[in-house]
């Protein structure tokens, strides 16, 4: 029967597998990669973590169905932010704090470009060109380190405008 997996992954964002609804050993309670607990449903609407695919005749094994890269950023049914997207965007927001070369103003809409940057949306390109304007402005280490968290938070779109291909 067609249908999703259900996906592993760590309060970090780390995922640990895309079947772990297969899998005949039980699934880890914690992240190998940073020791963070994992989960396999949405803490807001408690919905299963959609993994990847499985089509009519795909056998329900790591072999089986179309593979998930990363995890999701939001919820596909409540829509809201999972705990790895918050936190990103909350280390963000400190970064912009930090950033002393930029006014008062170029660091709010910092802050703003990065909710922007996360999906490709209608403020993807006017975010992606403040944040260059500001790593522009935040001189060569810090802009190092926001080219980091770019690569870390952007869509691909983003990243692209951004970081360039």
Known sequence: MPGFEVQLVCAN????????????????KFCPECGEGTLSRCPECDTPLRGRFLPEGAEREPDGGKRIARAPRYCHECGSPFPWTAERLLAADELA?????????ERRLLRAAFRDILTENPRTEVAALRIKRAAE?????????????VENLASETAK???LGP
Not at 13 to 28: E, I, S, T, V
């Open 137 to 149: 402005h935040a001189g060569k280490g810090a802009s190092r380190i926001l080219f980091e968290v």
């Open 97 to 105: 704090a930090q950033l002393d070369d930029l006014s008062d103003e």
């Open 13 to 28: 964002g780390h995922l640990l597998n895309d079947w772990a609804q297969a899998q005949a050993a039980p699934n880890a």
């Open 160 to 162: 692209r405008l951004i």
